[in-house]
């Protein structure tokens, strides 16, 4: 079946440097696209959004860009900070509104 | 606004025991979820509902039960519990216009042994 992916389960960045975390999916009728940031031992907490007829869209320290032909999607991160150290999902929405498709996730793991 | 609230946090279950999960939004959302997330993978759905009174399977609902008398309730029902049911469960909900976004409670950790 259609499937979201990831390509690195885990990430480590130097503080302060630039993350960029990806994400394949298959599912070529995904017209809406999320990330989530987990923390450990809470619930998934929403960053940002992009549909499909978006290329890029960016939020504060976050940029997500899509791109369509390859299928792939990725979460960028300014300035990585030691908050930032968590698990990231990406998520696709594809036929019903109702339903989202998450992926394994990725850790990022920012060092001092 | 409390958001999604969970309870309960924590719970251990004997195999064949029954129990239920409380989910509550308090933003007047229409539709809400319920996922589990076995260790160092995604979230799977479970069961969703789209408003008061309808609800429909997701990608894992065998062994589970909802039902959705309220706008505010979500309850998830588990009958004879299962080790294969140990897993952390996160209850989510959106509204019904505008963003797609869910909002994702704080989870119940289940064990059963």
């Known amino acids: 079946g259609e499937s979201v992916g990831l390509h690195l389960p885990t990430l480590s960045v130097q503080e302060g440097d630039n993350s960029i975390i990806n994400c394949a999916y298959s599912?070529?009728?995904?017209?809406?696209f999320i990330w989530y940031k987990q923390e450990s031992g809470k619930g998934p907490q929403f960053i940002i959004d992009i549909r499909s007829n978006m290329d890029k869209r960016q939020g504060q320290r976050v940029t997500v860009l899509l791109n369509k032909t390859v299928k792939h999607l990725s979460l960028q991160i300014a300035a990585t900070q030691p908050g930032d150290s968590a698990v990231y999902f990406c998520?696709?929405?594809?036929?019903?509104?109702?339903?989202?498709?998450f992926g394994t996730g990725t850790r990022l793991q920012v060092t001092l | 606004n409390a958001g999604v609230t969970q309870t309960p946090k924590f719970r251990i279950l004997k195999i064949g025991q029954s129990m239920t999960l409380q989910c509550t939004q308090d933003?007047?959302?229409?539709?809400m979820y319920w996922y589990r997330q076995d260790p160092g993978m995604g979230l799977k759905l479970i069961y969703y509902?789209?408003?008061?009174?309808?609800?429909d399977k997701g990608e894992v609902p065998n062994g589970y039960n909802v039902s959705r008398s309220t706008t505010e309730d979500f309850p998830l029902r588990l009958e004879l519990a299962a080790p294969s049911q140990t897993s952390v469960y996160f209850c989510a909900s959106r509204g019904l216009a505008g963003a797609l976004e869910q909002y994702f409670g704080p989870g119940t950790r289940l064990t059963v042994t």
């Open positions: 998520a696709e929405k594809s036929g019903t509104a109702s339903k989202l498709t």
């Open positions: 509902s789209v408003g008061a009174g309808i609800t």
């Open positions: 933003m007047n959302h229409n539709y």
């Open positions: 599912n070529s009728a995904s017209d809406y």
